[in-house]
């Protein structure tokens, strides 16, 4: 995303910044979210009181949480971020050349870690029990849980990063940082002029037609069965499996990563020849967010609770009421149906949710994108990136990454802390 994009804010996004330039600069993550000034700042909060106050973490450990969470996914710009902040705040730096050099009991945690960041839904009150089992090793639930929303927390800021294809400060590139392109351009190289335009244009077109419909439609389609839902979400869900991944991934793994990483094989799926395995079906009502997570976060680690809820609740219901170059439209059943399918492939079902409405909204390109990034971000390229949505703003791509960062973290929550829960009973 071109620089000069990113540079366009309002006044009161200003004033926010100056809180992050303690440090003499301002992240990339800072400035791309700035698009969207409202979520910064939730999530600036947020994130601030995960790392910088008072919790049962001492905060070196917080900053190697993060460092062994961002190293799942490859994300060298998380993890050379938080090996400097780690030794800021008097981190040991023997602790920086691997995982073995690390206390046992961060070690520990590398279980749960890489369940977390690839396949969430085999979390089990078990991995719980094991963490908190007596012994010199042992964490408490207090520093258990903190650590959890750490690994959460940068695990989807690493799909973010990629997401968004944020680059180090150091490697910006100085043509972007001038660029004469301004966020009302289409934030695809290849969406204007030529046939590309024309169907652009079409896809934008056809996307509102579709919204328009099922907008009017929801009220008229009440007689569909409970079996026929069921049968729609395990339908969207076994075709997630078939959505193709990139397999380009750099075998020369940096060595800074490399150390951090145990089991680096281990991914959102096994490619065995058996065919692959769907993730077993959690139905949301079982579990959720508002009536279970947010209780128990509330008792255990009581700010972040209530912080994690409103930046959930920010990201879910922001809109501009607009649509690439259209205007007073209303998302909200795009903005479900993007968030929906994100739970959708780790596993999530909604029951009174019609995901034959996934299908009806969200395109192949945007599908690919959208499991590429929550699953495998360290697989997105720029190219589909471009390829989806190809007449929308990068403003707008930028905001189905938030989208995208929060469904994924809360998915990866609702698993470890029903297994916390499990474990309590």
Not at 67 to 72: D, E, G, L, P, V
Not at 212 to 237: C, D, I, P, S, Y
Not at 309 to 337: P, W
Request: with cysteine.
């Amino acid at each position: 995303i071109p620089l000069g994009e990113v540079k366009r804010w309002g006044f009161s996004l200003h004033q926010l910044l100056k809180a992050f330039v303690s440090a003499g600069r301002v992240d990339h993550v800072a400035m791309v979210m700035g698009l969207h000034p409202q979520y910064l700042s939730s999530f600036w909060k947020t994130q601030y009181l995960l790392l910088r106050m008072d919790g049962p973490l001492p905060y070196h450990k917080r900053h190697y949480i993060a460092i062994m969470a961002a190293a799942r996914h490859r994300c060298s710009y998380l993890v050379g971020l938080h090996m400097g902040e780690f030794l800021q705040v008097g981190g040991n730096p023997a602790w920086l050349r691997g995982l073995h050099c690390a206390p046992q009991k961060l070690r520990n945690l590398n279980e749960i870690n890489k369940l977390l960041a690839h396949r969430p839904w085999l979390v089990t009150k078990e991995h719980i029990e094991a963490l908190l089992k007596p012994g010199e090793d042992s964490w408490s639930l207090a520093e258990l849980v903190q650590a959890l929303v750490l690994l959460t927390h940068y695990h989807s800021l690493a799909s973010f990063v990629f997401g968004c294809g944020i680059k180090p400060e150091e490697e910006q590139d100085v043509g972007n940082s001038c660029s004469p392109h301004s966020d009302s351009s289409p934030a695809s190289d290849d969406s204007v002029g030529g046939s590309g335009g024309t169907d652009a244009m079409q896809e934008v077109e056809m996307l509102m037609e579709r919204m328009k419909l099922l907008q009017e439609n929801q009220l008229e389609e009440e007689g569909v069965t409970q079996e026929e839902m069921a049968t729609r979400f395990e339908l969207e869900k076994t075709e997630s499996l078939l959505v193709p991944s990139s397999d380009v991934l750099d075998p020369s793994l940096q060595s800074n990563i490399r150390c951090f990483l145990e089991d680096p094989e281990f991914g959102y799926k096994d490619f065995t020849r058996r065919g692959e395995q769907a993730p077993p079906t959690f139905r949301a009502q079982d579990y959720t967010w508002e009536d279970h997570g947010y209780s128990l976060m509330n008792r255990l680690y009581p700010d972040v609770g209530q912080l994690l809820d409103e930046k959930f609740q920010v990201v879910y219901n922001l809109t501009y009421n607009t649509i690439a170059m259209h205007c007073g439209v209303d998302t909200s059943v795009l903005r479900r149906a993007i968030w929906n399918y994100v739970h959708c492939v780790f596993g999530i079902r909604y029951d009174d949710y019609d995901y034959g409405e996934v299908n009806q909204l969200l395109e192949r390109n945007l599908k690919i994108y959208i499991k590429t990034v929550a699953c495998y971000p360290e697989k997105t390229t720029k190219q589909i990136y471009t390829q989806f949505w190809r007449h929308f703003k990068h403003s707008e791509k930028v905001h189905v990454n938030l989208l995208l960062l929060e469904a994924r973290m809360q998915a990866a929550l609702l698993y470890a802390l029903r297994a916390v829960t499990r474990y309590m009973t």
